[in-house]
């Protein structure tokens, strides 16, 4: 496989998700919604969230103020479904009351957060950072998880560092921007094309990567 454009149109064409519904593959857009989201998915299934979103919602807690007003136990006792409840409460709170203090609010977060300010918080990894930059606040950044890294394996590519793999990933989009629009119209910028690429891994390795599979899809393209 020449280069990542050509992973993005081998994934694109396979038609794993509805991208004319939601080009941009996260299911919100509401952006507390999201912050909460990309934290409770950490070590856990999307459906296991979905459920602490609901309890979150049904018990006033899904936006800043209702964290803040919110005692720990009973944030933890709502987020149980995603597992390490505790731990994630206490790191979700603590953002909170960061972003409170430093923003204001979760609209001047969006425009002004930085990748640095994320990954000095507590429980917030590149990866976290990264979705929370390309989902919440739409920068162009190509989010790299375990799904990318066990994708690329099974291709044969290897990379020494987090940077490494994001950067080829990411080269090969801004290599062929022009292309990119050309041939897919529903994708507008590079935020919705970087958000489209990660969705389309993760997708494919859920329904192809499981233990056992063979990806002779890329295989036989490698």
Same mark, same amino acid.
């Given at each position: ?14 038609d794993?998700f ?16 999201i912050?909460?989201e990309? %934290? &409770?998915?950490?070590?856990? #299934?999307? +459906? ?10 049904n @018990?006033?807690? $899904? ?6 007003n919110?005692?720990q136990?009973?944030?933890a ?5 995603s597992?390490?409840?505790n ?14 203090e430093?923003?204001?609010s ?8 930085s990748r640095?300010?994320l990954?000095?918080q ?9 979705? %929370? &930059?390309?989902?919440?606040? #739409?920068? +162009? ?5 375990s799904?990318t890294?066990?994708? @690329?394996?099974? $291709?044969?590519?290897?990379f020494e560092?987090?940077?490494e793999?994001q ?5 090969g ?20 094309a970087?958000s489209?690429?990660h ?9 192809y ?12 393209n490698?």
């Amino acid at each position: 496989m020449q280069d990542s454009f050509a992973l993005f149109e081998s994934l694109y064409a396979l038609d794993l998700f509805d991208i004319a519904r939601n080009p941009k593959w996260w299911p919100d857009d509401d952006d507390f919604r999201i912050l909460i989201e990309v %934290i &409770l998915t950490q070590q856990t #299934k999307w +459906e296991k969230v979905t459920e602490s979103i609901t309890h979150m919602e049904n @018990l006033g807690m $899904l936006s800043l103020e209702g964290v803040l007003n919110a005692e720990q136990w009973r944030l933890a006792s709502a987020i149980v479904p995603s597992g390490f409840y505790n731990q994630k409460a206490k790191r979700i709170r603590q953002l909170c009351i960061n972003i409170a203090e430093t923003y204001g609010s979760i609209a001047t977060f969006k425009e002004q957060v930085s990748r640095e300010w994320l990954l000095g918080q507590t429980g917030i990894g590149r990866e976290s950072a990264d979705s %929370i &930059l390309c989902y919440l606040a #739409k920068h +162009e950044v190509m989010v790299v998880d375990s799904y990318t890294s066990r994708l @690329l394996e099974r $291709l044969g590519y290897t990379f020494e560092s987090y940077e490494e793999m994001q950067e080829w990933l990411a080269d090969g989009i801004l290599s062929n921007e022009p292309l990119l629009y050309a041939r897919y119209p529903l994708v507008k910028d590079l935020n919705t094309a970087f958000s489209l690429f990660h969705g389309l891994i993760v997708e494919y390795c859920k329904e192809y990567c499981r233990r056992g599979s063979v990806d002779i899809i890329f295989k036989e393209n490698a």
